[in-house]
């Protein structure tokens, strides 16, 4: 399958641009591997919510909205900017976040 094509960033990197809309970009130092996990359970995070909607469930909805917001600070796309961490910091934000996730 061929890998999509990044959006344009923002000269700081900080940002992708999409529909001419910034938002706040991945952070670069989560390793390859670890960042792919993170998508996997945000996609699936999303997928639950479209399901507990239709299923009209909003406790299963709750649930689910709380692993998207925890897959997108592990991201470093939501909370405390990345750019502003440490790189412990940084390190810890996404483990815990994909502990959390796994469990």
Known sequence: MASKARPPTTAD????????RRRRAR??????EAAARLRVH???????I???HRADDPGA???ARARVQTAKVALGERGTPWW??????????WEEGLAALDA
Do not use: F, K, M, T
Not at 13 to 20: A, S
Not at 27 to 32: G, S
Not at 42 to 48: K, Q, S
Not at 84 to 93: F, I, V
């Open 61 to 63: 909805e709750r649930a």
């Open 42 to 48: 945000l996609v699936a995070a999303r997928r639950a």
């Open 13 to 20: 990197g900080h940002h992708v641009v999409i529909d001419g």
């Open 27 to 32: 952070d670069p130092e989560i390793p390859a």
């Open 50 to 52: 479209a399901a507990a």
């Open 84 to 93: 502003e961490q440490s790189s412990e910091e940084r390190r810890s934000r």
